[in-house]
């Protein structure tokens, strides 16, 4: 069971919207900023969204992430296949002094 | 470029001992943390421990505390993860992964990874 808590599965049409929430408590993204992963099949992680909404340099503004409170959301606009991957939230976690992540969500583009 | 290249990983038996290499370059490795991430075959990814820049703060999970030891070397450019007490449930590929930001000891997100290094563990 994994402390920050992902719907297991998303899916969408090419050139839609998708979501993907990301929930934890106040110990960990209540009062820690939220990273987000992408990982291609068969490849290492890449990170996605830093300090909640920040995109790294190369990340394509399709790409964004919001935070309020104590929950989190990816968002990814005109959806492409090449978006089809599994995604995982992050947060380090005062009371449990670790890194969290969520069990990730497989996104599938239709 | 920034390149993590992991090593080390095998075949062990439940009990045994592995020690786990991390070859940084294109980057200056003394000035980040790193860390080290597992994932399970078919299951999602695990955080194992982080290490700040000049080893002052060192943390790990809950699951490897007291058998697993992260070190670095800056004048190797080498960070490393000694397993010890293997466990079954320690099987997965181990990605060594550098912190995003020099001032912050973990949680800014961590922007290179390695490819990865698999362990078994299995009698």
Do not use: H
């Given at each position: ?13 090419p ?6 929430s ?10 820690n ?10 490849t ?17 503004a ?13 968002a ?30 497989k996104?599938t583009?239709? | 470029e ?5 090593s ?40 194992v ?22 070190s ?5 450019n080498s960070l ?9 449930e ?15 000891v ?18």
């Amino acid at each position: 069971q994994s402390v920050l808590s992902q719907p297991p599965s998303a899916s969408g049409t090419p050139g839609q919207r998708v979501t993907i929430s990301c929930s934890g408590s106040s110990s960990n993204i209540g009062s820690n900023t939220v990273n987000w992963y992408q990982q291609l099949p068969g490849t290492a992680p890449k990170l996605l969204i830093y300090s909640n909404n920040q995109r790294p340099s190369g990340v394509p503004a399709r790409f964004s992430g919001s935070k309020s409170g104590t929950s989190a959301s990816l968002a990814i606009s005109g959806l492409q296949s090449e978006d089809e991957a599994d995604y995982y939230c992050a947060a380090w976690d005062d009371s449990l002094n670790a890194v969290v992540f969520g069990g990730g969500t497989k996104l599938t583009v239709l | 470029e920034v390149q993590l290249v992991e090593s080390g990983g095998g075949l062990v038996k439940p009990g045994g001992s592995l020690r786990l290499s991390c070859a940084a370059s294109g980057f200056t490795f003394s000035s980040y943390s790193m860390n080290w991430v597992r994932q399970a075959p078919g299951k999602g990814l695990e955080w194992v421990s982080s290490i700040s820049s000049s080893s002052s703060y060192i943390y790990y999970a809950d699951s490897v505390k007291g058998r697993f030891t992260i070190s670095r070397d800056n004048a190797k450019n080498s960070l490393y993860l000694q397993m010890n007490s293997l466990r079954a449930e320690d099987t997965a590929v181990y990605y060594c992964a550098r912190e995003g930001d020099i001032v912050v000891v973990v949680g800014a997100g961590w922007d290179y990874w390695g490819q990865g290094t698999l362990v078994t563990v299995s009698s």
